[in-house]
C-alpha cells in the first residue's frame, strides 16, 4: 500500500464576505514534495500531523516538524517543502474574508514570524481542521457549516496567544463573535436538516 495520499477540497463559490473557506484537506507527502515558489490569493494555515518539513518565506527557511503550524500570508511569494528521510503529513485550509485579519492579529502568527512552534491544542485543530473537510460540498448550507468550523478552528489559535493582552479587548470581541457564530451555524444546520426531514416526510405521504 502507497503510504502518500492527498485528500483535498476547492471551493467554487465564496459567497460569505467575512470570512470564507477556500479549500481545505489533508495529504501525506513523499520525500522533498515541494509547492512553490508562488503566490496565494488567500491565508493558509497547514498543521502539522507528522514527519518533517521546510517552510520559505521572506529569504528565511524554517525547520518545522510535528505538532507544529505555519501560516502563509496572500500575496507573499513562499515555498514549503518535505524532508526526505521523514516527509510530512498535514491538514490544512485556506480562507479569506474581512474577518480574517482581525482574527489573525489575535494569535501568535506574524508576517515577521509566521509559524508556531509545537502548536497548543494540537490535537483539537487537527479534529477541527478534518471537521471543516468533512463539511465540504456545493450548497450554501455546506459553505456555512465550513465557516462555522473555521471561527472555531481560528479561536484555538486565539486561546493560548502570548499577545492576548495586547489584543485583549480585540481579542474577547472575536472570540464571543466566533461563539454567537458557531452557534448560530450549529442551529442553521440542524434546522435546515429537520427541514429537509420534514419535506421526506411530506413527500413520502404523497407517494
Known amino acids: ?3 502518500k495520499y492527498k485528500n483535498s477540497y476547492k471551493v ?10 477556500y479549500n481545505v484537506g489533508f495529504q501525506k507527502c513523499e520525500p522533498l514534495y515541494q509547492w512553490g515558489p508562488g503566490i496565494r490569493d488567500h491565508y493558509l494555515i497547514h498543521h502539522i500531523l507528522s514527519g518533517k518539513g521546510y517552510y520559505s518565506v521572506g529569504g528565511k ?3 518545522l516538524s510535528t505538532g507544529d503550524t505555519f501560516l502563509v500570508y496572500p ?17 490544512w ?16 502568527f506574524s ?19 478534518l471537521g471543516i473537510y468533512e463539511a465540504c460540498g456545493n450548497d450554501f448550507m455546506d459553505s456555512v457549516e465550513m465557516t462555522g468550523r473555521l471561527y472555531q478552528t ?3 489559535f486565539m486561546k493560548h496567544a502570548s499577545n492576548n493582552e495586547q489584543y485583549n479587548s480585540s481579542s474577547n470581541y472575536v472570540q464571543k463573535g466566533i461563539a454567537y457564530i458557531s452557534a448560530f451555524t450549529a442551529e442553521l444546520c440542524q434546522s435546515a436538516g429537520e427541514g429537509m426531514l420534514a419535506s421526506a416526510a411530506v413527500l413520502a405521504g404523497k407517494g
Do not use: C
Request: hydrophobic share 40%; no cysteine; glycine share 2%.
Open 61 to 63: 527557511v524554517y525547520a
Open 75 to 91: 500575496q507573499t511569494e513562499i515555498t514549503y517543502y518535505a524532508d526526505e528521510k521523514d516527509p510530512w503529513e498535514y491538514a
Open 12 to 21: 467554487n463559490k465564496k459567497e460569505l464576505v467575512s470570512l470564507s473557506v
Open 154 to 156: 481560528l479561536a484555538l
Open 111 to 129: 508576517r515577521d514570524f509566521p509559524l508556531i512552534h509545537q502548536t497548543p491544542l494540537s490535537e483539537s485543530i487537527r479534529e477541527h481542521l
Open 1 to 3: 500500500m502507497d503510504p
Open 93 to 108: 485550509v485556506g480562507f479569506n474574508g474581512s474577518d480574517a485579519a482581525i482574527i489573525l492579529n489575535a494569535t501568535d
